[in-house]
């Protein structure tokens, strides 16, 4: 069965992360998008390896792994839309298409003739999303935005690592990854909005705005009480014990939710009067009191091995994991049960590629896996002619004076 989004178009003229990750959901959910490329450059991400993809030879293409996996399910058109002529494919396509997207900084598109004021007048039911570091309106407008200046500006940074170390910033673009989550249910509820009114609309998505959004109950915490969180490393700033420990033989996390768990954890670890202590008794308890708590379960902890705390915690319904690396994780028997990786066959290698799946599971319409991320300019001619109805003479020309 076609994927839930099937029918639905999308001018796809964003790059880097946020954008390419947005797409690239709803491609996998059926809708085609056509992402718009420089000629000759396309998308930056495609230089930001190694490592690159191999060849059948075994030698280095000009597909990195960050942009393999952010755009598979789409379709890749080089127009240089600097230009009359490709300005005016552009807007071809957008009579074609449900949505449009892009991340150029505040204004950029418009100075070519392809901002929302001008697009909506050949297209009225459009639903134009833009994002941006810092969005269309306030002092920083104008200011070029990258993940990492929104994960140290909207807070993450300055309570993530150790207390006593420098603040870092999530392992992944994460700031970015969930301004394309924003941005995909923006876009999903304006074109259910046109859908019953046939009326378009302006999406505007901050990578800042949507990093303070995502503060969730740290943000809150301080909004209620004024007092501004430090960073704990892996503690949790509600809940005791919740964080990573030492093992006689590596790490594992501990995380009791309930006070009992907690009383669980204690009688396995044979230590039961530690939940009796009233200092410890409740987790408002425990969170009071953390300062003593925390170095008595480490050095609990630190008497067995991981194995020990993981497999005997686990039939005790306490939660316990290790604390995986790369290979570990995709070779979990639960990631693998729930197919968290999916090959393709790619145009330039010898051998399937394997990237990671989407993890929505739906019982009907599933995500699909239709197009692995394209090779710059890959369907040029096709979309030239299939979707715009161009003819061969007529793509001929825009090849020979570059515009595609």
Not at 145 to 160: K, P, V
Not at 212 to 219: D, F, I, R, Y
Not at 339 to 346: K, L, N, V, Y
């Amino acid at each position: 069965m076609p994927g839930p989004l099937h029918g639905l178009r999308i001018c796809d003229m964003t790059r880097i992360l946020a954008g390419p990750s947005m797409t690239q959901l709803l491609g996998d959910l059926g809708a085609d998008v056509i992402k718009i490329e420089r000629p000759r450059e396309g998308d930056d991400t495609r230089k930001w390896g190694p490592p690159y993809l191999k060849d059948v030879e075994g030698r280095d293409t000009s597909e990195s792994g960050y942009f393999l996996a952010a755009n598979r399910n789409k379709r890749s058109v080089t127009i240089d839309f600097a230009r009359p002529e490709g300005r005016a494919l552009v807007e071809k396509l957008v009579a074609r298409s449900d949505a449009l997207t892009e991340n150029y900084k505040v204004g950029t598109l418009a100075r070519y003739g392809l901002g929302f004021e001008d697009l909506r007048k050949i297209k009225p039911g459009l639903v134009y999303c833009s994002i941006t570091g810092f969005g269309q309106t306030g002092p920083y407008a104008p200011r070029a935005g990258y993940d990492l200046l929104a994960q140290a500006m909207g807070g993450i940074m300055s309570i993530t690592g150790e207390a006593d170390r420098d603040p870092v910033k999530v392992g992944v673009g994460v700031a970015d990854l969930m301004a394309g989550m924003y941005a995909a249910v923006a876009i999903l509820g304006a074109l259910r909005h046109r859908d019953l009114t046939g009326e378009g609309q302006f999406i505007d998505i901050a990578l800042l705005d949507t990093q303070v959004a995502w503060l969730v109950n740290e943000g809150e915490n301080y909004l209620m009480t004024g007092k501004i969180p430090g960073r704990r490393g892996t503690a949790h700033s509600n809940v005791v014990p919740y964080q990573v420990f030492p093992t006689a033989d590596g790490y594992a996390i501990l995380a009791c939710g309930n006070d009992g768990q907690f009383q669980k954890f204690c009688e396995f670890a044979g230590q039961p009067e530690l939940a009796a202590d009233p200092r410890y008794a409740t987790n408002e308890d425990r969170a009071a009191n953390r300062d003593t708590l925390i170095p008595l379960v480490r050095e609990i902890m630190k008497t067995k091995p991981s194995a020990h705390w993981i497999d005997g915690l686990a039939l005790l319904k306490v939660p316990c994991s290790p604390v995986n690396t790369l290979d570990k994780v995709f070779e979990d028997p639960q990631v693998r049960a729930r197919g968290m990786t999916i090959e393709m066959a790619h145009e330039f290698a010898g051998t399937p590629l394997t990237l990671i799946a989407n993890p929505i599971k739906m019982s009907a319409t599933a995500p699909e896996y239709r197009f692995a991320p394209p090779y710059l300019g890959q369907h040029t001619e096709e979309v030239l002619r299939d979707v715009l109805d161009l003819t061969a003479e007529e793509i001929a020309e825009l090849r020979a004076k570059a515009i595609v």
